[in-house]
């Protein structure tokens, strides 16, 4: 009996939600991206189609979002800028957490389609600025680590039972383990 109680919830509660619908308010006119989900013309808009429940989740890119994000890591980082460019790079997420199963995966496709895209916006900026050389391999292991911390903790409000410090040790020295005994 049991064996048969493990396959019945696995095939009804089991799978991975799929083809769930986003809202995307895209104002940056410098860098279009070619998404698939739903485009709407204002924050107003988006945010409505989230509380109504016809989308899952808010992708808010701002007006200046490439200006930010050139500013940040483009061949003339200025100290004076960096503040005002942090605020402009953001990419803003409101998610309905109403399913906290649904919220999960979304936050953990919205990560690995956030490392995609950074990945293809850096390259493109190292196409046009052909003369500078930046080496996103030793960033690759803190950048992750803070969005997967970002993710789990404000974003979706899991609770933390202990100081972050140690969050932050552990996941650092797992993800160096990671890298010692992943592909070479």
């Known amino acids: 009996m049991p064996p048969l109680q493990t396959v019945l919830f696995c095939l009804t509660v089991g799978g991975t939600p799929y083809d769930l619908p986003m809202a995307i308010v895209n ?7 070619p998404f698939i989900n739903t485009f709407y013309r204002s924050f107003e808009a988006g945010y409505a189609a989230v509380e ?10 701002n007006s200046s979002f490439t200006k930010g ?10 100290p004076r800028l960096i503040d005002e460019a942090k605020e402009e790079a953001k990419i803003n997420i409101y998610m309905d957490n109403t ?19 950074l990945t293809r916006v850096i390259q493109d900026v190292e ?8 080496d996103t391999s030793k960033y690759a292991l803190p950048v992750e680590i803070a969005l ?6 404000p974003v979706f409000q899991l ?15 797992q993800g160096f383990c990671g890298m010692t005994f992943g592909k070479s």
């Open 127 to 134: 196409g046009k600025f052909s003369g500078v050389n930046i």
């Open 27 to 33: 104002l940056d006119e410098s860098y279009h991206v």
């Open 99 to 117: 399913n906290s199963q649904i919220s999960a995966t979304l936050g953990f496709t919205l990560f690995t389609s956030l490392e995609r895209f």
């Open 148 to 153: 997967i911390l970002v993710f789990m903790f």
């Open 52 to 61: 109504d429940g016809s989308t899952w989740g808010l992708i808010f890119l």
């Open 159 to 173: 609770p933390c039972q202990g100081s972050m410090i140690w969050v932050v040790l552990l996941s650092v020295l």
């Open 69 to 78: 994000l050139l500013a940040l890591y483009g061949p003339n980082v200025l």
